[in-house]
């Protein structure tokens, strides 16, 4: 089974490991370019990058429905545990636990992270998923920072990232002009985007962001519409 990564639209992900499904930053209900609702959603685990609205609005819901493991920092699992979350991993920065598929590491972001009522999230996080066979580098949030070259190292057995999902959104992430930078640190087989054309903020011409990428031949550029899929090759 090919590892399949879905993007229902802003920076919420489904990783389809073959071995069950991971749910990234849940946030449908309320964004304007979810492809479904909450409801909707089936998944085996929930993980999250930080505290923002935009990124946990529908933990909640789909943890409690779903019965599936939030795995996130601790100061997220407290903040869900009060909201009557019962399945919590906490964790923080260079951590790496077991998720269905095999494993995920929660690596540095830079950003910041709070939740809608002021509650304090904790840091923000990327994650870096070794899932199905393959190396999948999630961003999150962030700006570009020189780690990323140690993030796209390859492990112990030469295997260098097959896919690595970058914020180009801009002004509240890193931009298109950073993410070709990131990708000449992180040297993945592939990048897809995320974290843009919600809201007119951040709005971006993923089609020119593809070209300007396909340009460097960093990386293979793969633009997704929300609902649509990437088989991981
Ligand atoms: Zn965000």
Known sequence: MPVRLTWTGHATWLVDTGHGVLLVDPFFDECPTASMKAADVRCDAILITHAHFDHVADAVAI??????????????????????????????????????????????????????????GGNPAG???DVGGKRIYIAGDTCLFSD????????????????????????FTMGPEDSLAALRLLQPKTVLPSHYNTWPPITQDAAAWAKDVAATKLAHPHVLEPGTSFKVP
């Open 63 to 120: 943890a409690k429905r779903t019965q599936a493991t939030v795995f996130c920092n601790f100061e997220i699992a407290q903040w869900l545990g009060k909201h009557g979350v019962e399945k919590t991993q906490p964790m923080n920065l260079g951590g790496r636990v077991a998720v269905p598929g095999g494993t995920a590491k929660m690596e540095l972001a830079h950003h910041s992270s709070s939740f809608a009522d002021g509650t304090y």
């Open 127 to 129: 994650w870096l998923l």
């Open 148 to 171: 990323m070259e140690r993030i796209g190292r390859p492990d112990a057995h030469g295997r260098s990232l097959d896919v690595a999902i970058l914020p180009i959104g801009d002004i």
